[in-house]
């Protein structure tokens, strides 16, 4: 099992940016596929993206496509979302989860190591 930290959530205006961090501990991620999920008040969580292990390979939910990052760093066990050009309806508790992966891909679900999540607000 792998623990994982979200940071960097925080109140921004529309248009603005974030960098969120998620700190592994545990296991190295190196055998892991990474992904950002989202939960906004009275909605399901969702996907938002996924890196493979080597981070060659990403996925981006329709929404985020464009706006947001996500990159990782193995030496330092830590995986990144950069987002950008944020709106309002970006506002969410914002998770980490890893997935643990035989191969080099992405995934949008089968995750099983989960963060406590960050709050991003973004006011307009």
């Known amino acids: 099992q792998v623990q994982l930290v979200e940071s960097g959530g925080g109140l921004v205006q529309a248009g603005g940016s974030l960098r969120l961090s998620c700190a592994a501990s545990?296991?190295?991620?190196?055998?892991?596929?990474m992904g950002w999920f989202r939960q906004a008040p009275g909605n399901d969580r969702e996907f938002v993206a996924s890196?493979?292990?080597?981070?060659?390979?990403?996925y981006y939910a329709d929404s985020v496509k464009g706006r947001f990052t996500i990159s990782r760093d193995n030496a330092k066990n830590t995986v990144y979302l950069q987002m950008s050009n944020l709106k309002p309806e970006d506002t969410a508790v914002y998770y980490c989860?890893?997935?643990?992966?035989?191969?080099?891909?992405?995934?949008?679900?089968?995750?099983?190591?989960w963060g406590q999540g960050t709050q991003v607000t973004v006011s307009s």
């Open positions: 890196i493979s292990r080597s981070g060659g390979f990403a």
């Open positions: 545990g296991r190295t991620i190196s055998s892991y596929t």
């Open positions: 989860a890893a997935r643990r992966s035989l191969v080099d891909t992405i995934a949008r679900d089968g995750y099983a190591d």
